[in-house]
């Protein structure tokens, strides 16, 4: 049992960093505004968050302070994610008047391309344009503040007889959670200064 207690811990500790790992990545990194992309990550964990934390309930009972500890970490990282969103900076990026032509292979993975490339607005000058964001620093000191409070909230838990909220799922739910509230942000401030996405605004 120790052994298998001690191997669970550990996964949970390499999926967790490297979860964190990426999310900072991205957090540090100019991207370009595409709806589609920004989706991926917040439904892709919350899928697999929720499958991990169905295989790893079993038979277990989910007790009310399993409950009341996931409600309140949902709530802290949909609160954090707010504010992400709202700390997020953007940085215009002119296209170019012209290009070269397209290849046959472009041709044949225009729709793919479509899909994932940045969304194009309307400068103030008139002048088409990818926007771009990032959060910073400022967005990794409130990472490291919900990793803190997540720690937290695990020890408090688990010595009370929660189970269920120290499971790797619940670390990917936490993530989605965050990142899809994130996005909602993003878009709204973006619609609001740049216009509708995906087209060029007049």
Do not use: C
Request: without cysteine.
């Amino acid at each position: 049992m120790t052994h298998a207690v001690t191997l669970q811990t550990l996964a949970n500790i390499i999926i967790g960093l490297a979860v964190v790992g990426l999310v900072l990545y991205r957090q540090m990194s100019w991207r370009g505004f595409a709806r589609s992309q920004l989706w991926r990550m917040p439904i892709a964990f919350g899928v697999i968050g929720v499958a991990m934390m169905a295989q790893t309930s079993g038979g277990r009972v989910v007790t009310s302070v399993d409950a009341i500890a996931l409600a309140v970490e949902l709530v802290i990282s949909a609160g954090l994610g707010i504010a992400m969103g709202a700390m997020a900076v953007f940085r215009e990026r002119t296209l170019p008047a012209g290009g070269a032509a397209p290849s046959a292979r472009d041709e044949r993975h225009a729709g793919r391309r479509d899909r994932n490339r940045p969304e194009i607005f309307r400068a103030a000058d008139g002048s088409a344009i990818t926007v771009e964001s990032r959060t910073g620093w400022l967005g990794l000191g409130l990472w490291v503040l919900l990793i803190v409070i997540r720690l937290g909230i695990d020890f408090e838990a688990g010595h009370l007889g929660a189970v269920m909220v120290t499971a790797t799922g619940v670390i990917l739910l936490m993530v989605a959670a965050n990142r899809a509230v994130r996005v909602l942000v993003l878009i709204q401030r973006v619609d609001r200064r740049w216009g509708t996405g995906g087209m060029i605004k007049a």
